[in-house]
C-alpha cells in the first residue's frame, strides 16, 4: 500500500514563502508522474504542478515563476517551492503520484494559507 505525507503547509503573509514536502512510503516518485494539486473553497481541484520520471516539470500558469517542484530519489520526497505567495494560493495543498493501471495515490493534504 502507498503512502503519501503531505507536511509544510501553514500560514504566511502575502509575498512570503512556504516549501511542501510529499513523503512516499516507497520509492515511487522517480518512476511515475508525481504531482502537486491543490483546492481551495467552493473550488475544484486543480493541477498545481507535476514532474514526470525524466524529471519534466510543468506549471499551471497561475504560478509559473514563482514555485518550484521538486524531487529528492534518495529520500523518496517531493518538494514544492512556493515563493511571491498571493492570497489566491490560500488552498490544501494534495500531491499525487500517478501509477498507470495500479491506480493514482493522494495525499492527506496540507493547508496553505495566505493573508493579504
Known amino acids: 500500500q502507498v503512502q503519501l505525507v503531505e507536511s509544510g503547509g501553514g500560514l504566511v503573509q502575502a509575498g512570503g514563502s512556504l516549501r511542501l514536502s510529499c513523503a512516499a512510503s516507497?520509492?515511487?516518485?522517480?518512476?511515475?508522474?508525481a504531482g502537486w494539486y491543490r483546492q481551495a473553497p467552493g473550488k475544484q481541484r486543480e493541477l498545481v504542478a507535476a514532474?514526470?520520471?525524466?524529471?519534466?516539470?510543468n506549471y499551471a500558469d497561475s504560478v509559473k515563476d514563482r514555485f518550484t517542484i521538486s524531487r529528492d530519489n534518495a529520500k523518496n520526497t517531493m518538494y514544492l517551492q512556493m515563493n511571491s505567495l498571493k492570497p489566491e494560493d490560500t488552498a490544501v495543498y494534495y500531491c499525487k503520484v500517478e501509477m498507470g493501471w495500479r491506480g493514482n495515490y493522494w495525499g492527506q493534504g496540507t493547508q496553505v494559507t495566505v493573508s493579504s
Open positions: 516507497t520509492n515511487i516518485l522517480s518512476i511515475y508522474v
Open positions: 514532474i514526470s520520471s525524466g524529471g519534466s516539470t
